[in-house]
């Protein structure tokens, strides 16, 4: 499992490789439950929690 934070600032997201891929979703944070129920790793649930840098 990867998990990769990013905000679109412009354009369209494509995926570079996705023959390198068995299943991706875009998800806004509110959703993540939905994809990992039982819970991201805690570094990164606390990275996803902390307030956007201006």
Do not use: R
Not at 8 to 21: F, N
């Amino acid at each position: 499992m990867s998990y990769t934070a990013c905000e679109v600032v412009s354009g369209t997201t494509h995926i570079a490789a996705p023959a390198e891929l068995a299943e991706l979703a875009w998800v806004a944070h509110g959703e993540i439950p939905q994809y990992v129920p039982y819970g991201l790793f805690e570094p990164v649930q606390e990275y996803l929690d902390a307030p956007l840098p201006p």
